[in-house]
């Protein structure tokens, strides 16, 4: 089992900037690919970032490339992602994800980002 909770969500004005957080414990953490993934109300869950295991490359949805970063701390178990110049349409609810193969994934509770003045 490997627990996953966001942090950092809230309200920010648009053109701002937020940095999330995903603290996993469980297993070993560097076993794990990371995404960042977001839903919409009565919408399915989007990929917005990816990053591997050792933290070496990374992806973007078109949506958010130049403005998200994704990055990891694997002595810390942790995950972020820094958003510059934030939209109104980045309001939703922000999910991690860690992916160890097949079945072996899990999800964060969510964190939710509201971008409006």
């Known amino acids: 089992q490997v627990q996953l909770v966001e942090s950092g969500g809230g309200l920010v004005q648009p053109g701002g900037s937020l940095r999330l957080s995903c603290a996993a414990s469980g297993h070993t953490f560097s076993r794990y690919a990371m995404n960042w993934h977001r839903q919409a109300p009565g919408q399915g869950r989007e990929l917005v970032a990816a990053i591997t295991r050792a933290g070496d490359s990374s992806i973007y949805a078109d949506s958010v490339k130049g403005r998200f970063a994704i990055s990891r701390d694997n002595a810390e178990n942790t995950i972020y992602r820094q958003s510059n110049n934030l939209k109104p349409e980045d309001t939703t609810v922000y999910f991690c994800?860690?992916?160890?193969?097949?079945?072996?994934?899990?999800w964060g509770q969510g964190t939710q980002v509201t971008v409006s003045s």
């Open positions: 994800r860690a992916l160890g193969g097949g079945q072996d994934t899990y």
